[in-house]
C-alpha cells in the first residue's frame, strides 16, 4: 500500500509539491591526470516535497561526516545515495530556487512497492544562489 500517496495531498496543503530534477549518478571516468570526473544520466523531473529533517535523522547523517546545509526530501521515485559496491556516488538534485543538493542518504526506499523514497540532502556549492559580501 502507498501510504505516501494517501497522505501527500493533505501534507501538500500546507507543504505544496516541487518538481525537482535529478542527476542520476552513473558512477565516474578517470582523465589521463588520474583524476575522477563524475558522470550523470539525463536529467529527470520528479515531484517531491522538502521539510526540516528530525533530530534523529540529523544524528544518522552526522556520523556521515558532511558540514553544511541539510535538508529532507520525498519524492514520488527512486533515490540513490553513494554505493561504493556499484561504484556510483549520489544522485544530485536541483530545486526550483537553482540550488543543489547531494543525496547523501537514503532513509526510506519504497520505490520498488510504492513508488517513493524518503532522503537526507546536503547542499552543493552552486552559481545559482549568489551572497552578495556585505550579507556575511
Known amino acids: 500500500m502507498?501510504?505516501?500517496?494517501?497522505?501527500?495531498?493533505?501534507?501538500g496543503v500546507i507543504n505544496p509539491p516541487l518538481t525537482v530534477q535529478i542527476k542520476?549518478?552513473?558512477?565516474?571516468?578517470?582523465?589521463?591526470?588520474?583524476l575522477r570526473t563524475p558522470t550523470y544520466?539525463?536529467?529527470?523531473?520528479?515531484?517531491?516535497?522538502?521539510?526540516?529533517?528530525?533530530?534523529k535523522e540529523l544524528a544518522q547523517m552526522s556520523g556521515l561526516n558532511q558540514q553544511g546545509e541539510k535538508l529532507g526530501i520525498w519524492v514520488n521515485g527512486t533515490l540513490l545515495g553513494e554505493n561504493?559496491?556499484?561504484?556510483v556516488g549520489g544522485d544530485i538534485l536541483t530545486l526550483p530556487d537553482g540550488s543543489t543538493w547531494l543525496v547523501l542518504v537514503?532513509?526510506?526506499?519504497?520505490?520498488?512497492?510504492?513508488?517513493?523514497?524518503?532522503?537526507g540532502l546536503v547542499r552543493q556549492?552552486?552559481?545559482?544562489?549568489?551572497?552578495?559580501p556585505?550579507?556575511?
Open 134 to 136: 556585505d550579507n556575511f
Open 106 to 119: 537514503v532513509f526510506e526506499n519504497w520505490a520498488r512497492s510504492a513508488s517513493w523514497s524518503h532522503a
Open 2 to 11: 502507498n501510504l505516501h500517496s494517501i497522505v501527500a495531498p493533505i501534507i
Open 84 to 87: 561504493a559496491a556499484d561504484g
Open 125 to 132: 556549492r552552486d552559481t545559482a544562489v549568489t551572497i552578495a
Open 41 to 55: 544520466a539525463a536529467i529527470l523531473p520528479v515531484q517531491g516535497q522538502t521539510q526540516a529533517l528530525t533530530a
Open 24 to 34: 542520476r549518478s552513473t558512477g565516474y571516468t578517470v582523465g589521463s591526470d588520474g
